[in-house]
């Protein structure tokens, strides 16, 4: 064996030096052959087994300490050549024969005797190894080229419209061998390679006059076409695909609620036939769902687990493919790469063309991927991205400079998007826009028999994991002395101990059978988690009463462990915020749980009272289709906004009045030449009290605060037309402006539009306020915003 690794490593050395047209292919044989020579050899004098292949590693070593003296030496010395290995990367003066006799006798000191146990590990080293030669060679040839003379023209350009080209030149010599992805675009360690690469594929360099220009054309956009709704969903049951027990309960509730989109579907259609509709063409990227990211929903589909995400993602996936758009579905990275154009490699490398989708929806974990595997073209191409956020997220917490430097950094904020990129389940974050999702809707003959058929005594129990029900014995008792109590809690052989003896336990209900126990129930109450799940909504639908216990203090990242390190700073009231503010009595009450008397009289007023099966509309089919329809033709966060006020422009008179009998201002009919989306017609603008912020502000007066509309009120014009009196006017980037500072009457007004925000309040200031009306049932959009 001793001998076979001296004859190839003298056959290495022979070759290169001989053949350099040949060096590389010949090191990659050499030392694979070498590990494959040593793997062999450390086989046969192993101790025998039958059926033991010549290629397995055995844990057993002949010879015991001396042995392992050999690998400890043959680990030494790979470490030295691994270090000479570096060391040779760097050297740009000395010959190919020197650096590979180095390499060679490098080689030739390693002594392997018995057997390898860390073979594979000294196999990596191996690779390793070659990767280098092949580095120092590939050096070797551009410093050839240089001496040729070739590359005079290669110089590094300075411009100072391209700042950055000389540090981009330095960071490329010493690192582009860093990834693949760059000799995917032809990068060999030549300046000029470095130079066509930083002026054509990353833009951080000049043109260069003496490349052909038209190697590279403008692509012609492609021509709109129309978008056609579709109720046949059988295309999109296809790319879901399956595999996973995620995917099959997404594609499960995708066909039971077939009929009801398309239904919807016709509905709407009617409504917006004299719209035209522009197709788009949407990639959804699932990232929780990928095994990259670890997936931990999928397993517990069947266990209890949350269900919440998987019911919005096939509502969404549902909805763009009924509104007829071209629709692309990934559920892992492999899948990601294929349909953006991810270049091979690590990720630093902007995609190989322009990007092929005008929109993208995906959630964190997806936009993590597409950071580390888009590389610059993640920034360039980040305003068509949205991102499903069930709890919401906001300015203070998106800005990445502002939020480190004040304290607002979390794990999943400072992306730096537009607020309303940033997509939600329910309409608690107005700097977000509000997907949500759907629940079944019931014709008249279905409310009638749900009506006839309710027992007046049976509560459900909203909690399906046994560690919900932990320390709420006590107003289950008082429950008990009223109803008959029903559980979905998940087991597998034993009744979990946490449920008390006289609930009955039905285990984990499949959805249809969950419907049927809701439709037969008064009561659904909740102990307080999960948060703003979609499980009231269905039980509410189906005629149930939703008891919730309210919160006192609020739960947020102050002072609860689920909401520290989401980046929101929101004020959870209750177990379900929405269901309470937007729903409320009969449907909906709201108490103290740790109040016995309270509860008992709830529970009594409870069997006195009937109600019919609700569901708000901005939760139906249609509701979600007309929501999702207004976003995709009327949101655009690519297109620069025309500069507001307009450069040079004074204003005659203010561009605000006053709503009559009302202290809240509404802008001028002359604004409406502005274009914006909610259109300026639905802007209310009014101040709020100090320590208030423009969330509560707008809700106090009906409204709901519209952040796009912020640009139009972020004016001198509108504290005067506020009547607050300004000694100075000063631009800063602050969440909580534009502000009134009453103690120093000065007016200050925002300077980074990223930082327009309707959360966040100050004792110390009175914020402006931009609201709008909505229309009833659908608060996502303004009554003129269709």
């Known amino acids: 064996m001793i001998a076979a690794s ?16 040949f060096r590389i292919f010949v090191v990659g044989i050499g030392f694979f052959s070498l590990c494959f020579l040593m793997t062999s050899l450390g086989g046969q004098f192993s101790a025998k087994r039958t059926g033991d292949s010549p290629f397995t590693v055995r844990a057993e070593v002949l010879g015991g300490q001396e042995s392992r003296g050999v690998l400890r030496k043959i680990s030494d010395m790979l470490e030295v050549i691994m270090k000479r290995m570096d060391a040779l990367s760097k050297v740009g003066n000395t010959t190919d024969a020197h650096r590979l006799d180095e390499l060679s006798s490098a080689l030739d000191r390693i002594q392997p005797v018995g057997l390898v146990e860390r073979i594979q590990a000294i196999a990596q080293n191996m690779s390793d190894m070659a990767v280098r030669v092949e580095q120092i060679l590939q050096r070797s040839m551009a410093g050839n080229r240089v001496r040729d003379g070739t590359l005079a023209q290669c110089g590094t350009p300075k411009d100072r419209r391209y700042p950055d080209c000389p540090s981009k030149m330095d960071w490329m010599r010493a690192r582009w061998t860093s990834d693949p992805c760059y000799a995917f675009y032809g990068v060999d360690g030549s300046d000029c390679s470095f130079l066509v690469y930083l002026s054509e594929v990353e833009w951080f360099c000049p043109p260069l006059t ?25 295309a999109l049951l296809e790319q879901v695909g399956t595999g996973k027990e995620s995917l099959s309960f997404m594609k499960r509730r995708m066909r039971r609620m077939a009929a009801q989109w398309a239904s919807a579907a016709r509905r709407l259609d009617d409504r917006l036939r004299s719209f035209w509709r522009e197709q788009k063409r949407i990639l959804v990227h699932v990232g929780f769902l990928t095994e990259e990211s670890g997936d931990v929903f999928s397993p517990k589909v069947l266990k209890g687990g949350p269900l919440g995400e998987m019911v919005q993602w096939a509502d969404i996936l549902t909805a763009l493919h009924v509104l007829g758009h071209d629709l692309k579905i990934s559920f892992s990275l492999k899948e990601l790469h294929g349909f953006l154009g991810v270049p091979p490699g690590r990720g630093s490398c902007p995609l190989t063309g322009p990007l092929p989708f005008d929109l993208i929806y995906t959630d964190y974990h997806g936009l993590q991927q597409m950071k580390q595997h888009m590389g610059l073209s993640l920034r360039k191409h980040k ?44 309409p608690h974050t107005p700097d977000n826009s509000f997907m949500g999702f759907v629940a079944e809707e019931l014709n008249e003959t279905e409310k009638q028999n749900i009506q006839r058929n309710k027992v007046n005594n049976m509560a459900v129990v909203y909690g399906k994991e046994a560690n919900m029900w932990k320390g709420k014995e006590k107003f289950l008792a008082i429950l008990h ?48 988690f999960p948060y703003e799940g979609p499980a009231p909504l269905e039980a509410i639908a189906n005629g149930c009463i939703f008891l919730q216990p309210k919160f006192n203090p609020p739960h947020s990242s102050l002072n609860h462990d689920f909401f520290r390190g989401k980046p929101t700073s929101r004020k959870v009231s209750s177990q379900h915020p929405y269901a309470e503010q937007y729903i409320g009595r009969p449907h909906v009450i709201t108490i103290d749980f740790n109040n016995s008397e309270e509860f008992d009289a709830t529970i009594r007023e409870i069997m006195r009272i009937n109600v019919e099966p609700f569901l708000p509309y901005e939760y139906t089919c249609e509701g979600m289709l007309e929501r999702v329809h207004a976003y995709i033709q009327n949101q655009d966060f690519c297109s620069p906004e025309d500069p507001f006020p307009p450069l040079n422009s004074s204003w005659l008179s203010s561009p605000f009045v006053l709503l009559p009998n009302s202290s809240i201002l509404t802008w001028a009919s002359n604004g409406s030449s502005y274009a914006s989306w909610p259109p300026l017609s639905a802007l209310h ?34 504290f005067s ?43 110390k200031y009175q914020r402006l306020c931009p609201c709008r009306d909505y229309r009833i049932g659908q608060v996502a959009l303004c009554r003129d915003c269709l």
């Open 685 to 718: 603008l009014l101040a709020s009290l100090e320590g208030e912020s423009c969330v509560e502000a707008c809700q106090g007066a009906e409204l709901i605060c519209e952040p796009a509309l912020y640009r139009f009120i972020n004016i001198k014009e509108a």
């Open 721 to 763: 037309a506020l009547e607050l009196q300004c000694d100075g006017v000063e631009s800063q980037m602050n969440h909580l402006f534009p502000a009134f500072s009453a103690e120093h009457a000065e007016c200050g007004l925002q300077q980074d539009p990223l930082l327009f925000s309707c959360a966040g309040s100050s004792a």
């Open 210 to 234: 003496w490349r052909n220009q038209t190697a590279t054309p403008t692509l012609k956009p492609l021509p709109k076409k129309q978008a056609v709704f579709q109720s046949d969903i059988g």
């Open 6 to 21: 001296s004859d190839l490593s003298i056959m290495v050395r022979r070759c290169l030096l001989t053949f350099k047209p």
């Open 383 to 426: 305003c068509h991205i949205r991102v499903i956020d069930t709890f919401g997220t906001e300015p203070a917490y998106n800005h990445e400079e502002y939020a480190i430097l004040h304290g607002f950094r979390t794990n999943w904020g400072y992306w730096n998007l537009h607020g309303q990129q940033y997509m939600t389940m329910f």
């Open 481 to 528: 002395r009223y109803m008959d109590i029903h559980g979905t809690v998940y087991y597998e052989t034993q009744r979990p101990p946490e449920v008390p003896a006289f609930v009955k336990n039905h285990g984990l209900l499949p959805q249809q059978e969950l419907q049927q126990l809701l439709r037969q129930a008064k009561l659904f109450i909740g102990f307080g």
